[in-house]
């Protein structure tokens, strides 16, 4: 079955840019979806196929989706930008979800 | 405005039948490309997917839990139905239903709430 791979913890200083990466083979030929989960709530979709933002998501976040790693850009870091962050795909008629990475704000 | 909001009982015993309904709104599950899924979250863990249901009736499991899932329409128009056979202790967390617009690639773009569940004798 597909596998995706993400880090566990990522920090950020407030202000600064965070990345957050998600791996699986041929990832790059993959719709790439990232939803941003804070604590006692549901997840939100952040962005879609890669690199779209669902309306009311600040253009602060973007996505891009080359070589072996999907990747989440968090710009102008905010404390209410820490939450965990999980990407998905759908592959061979399955959802796959990564372990999820906790995004600390500094 | 699009809602989803699942409900059942918050604690089950072990070997039991876990039955789960996502009550929604704004949209129609008749309308193509649409589907709705059932995602669990062990405390402290990350997002499982469980189970599929197109506007088509047909479904997909994951494939590590289909032999104890099965999803449904339900009474109403506007329910999904998840049963979840043989609950263990490990099935205890929060359990999601959520909304897909399309057929080619399933994203979740909205949720609900979420219903906890706990497997406990």
């Known amino acids: 079955s597909y596998e995706l791979t993400q880090s566990l913890s990522v920090s950020v200083a407030l202000g600064q840019t965070a990345r957050i990466t998600c791996g699986g083979v041929n990832i790059e030929r993959k719709n790439v979806h990232w939803y941003q989960q804070k604590p006692g709530q549901a997840p939100v979709m952040v962005i879609y196929?890669?690199?779209n933002r669902p309306s009311g998501i600040p253009d602060r976040f973007s996505g891009s989706n080359s070589g072996k790693t999907a990747t989440l850009t968090i710009s102008r870091a905010q404390a209410g930008d820490e939450a965990d962050y999980y990407c998905q795909v759908w592959d061979s008629s399955t959802v796959v979800f990564g372990g999820g990475t906790k995004l600390t704000v500094l | 405005q699009i809602t989803l909001k699942e409900s059942g009982p918050t604690l089950v015993k072990p070997t039991q039948t876990l039955t789960l309904t996502c009550t929604f709104s704004?949209?129609?599950?008749?309308?193509?490309?649409?589907?709705v899924g059932w995602i669990r979250q062990p405390p402290g863990k990350a997002l499982e997917w469980l189970a599929l249901l197109y506007w088509d009736d047909d479904t997909r499991y994951s494939p590590s839990l289909k032999n104890r899932l099965a999803i449904t329409k339900g009474t109403s128009k506007n329910q999904v139905v998840l049963t979840m056979t043989h609950m263990d202790p490990v099935d205890t967390g929060t359990y999601y239903c959520?909304?897909?617009?399309?057929?080619?690639?399933?994203?979740?773009?909205?949720w609900g709430q979420g219903s906890l569940v706990i497997v406990s004798s």
């Open positions: 704004g949209f129609s599950l008749s309308t193509n490309g649409v589907s």
């Open positions: 959520a909304r897909s617009s399309e057929e080619l690639t399933i994203k979740f773009d909205s």
């Open positions: 196929r890669d690199q």
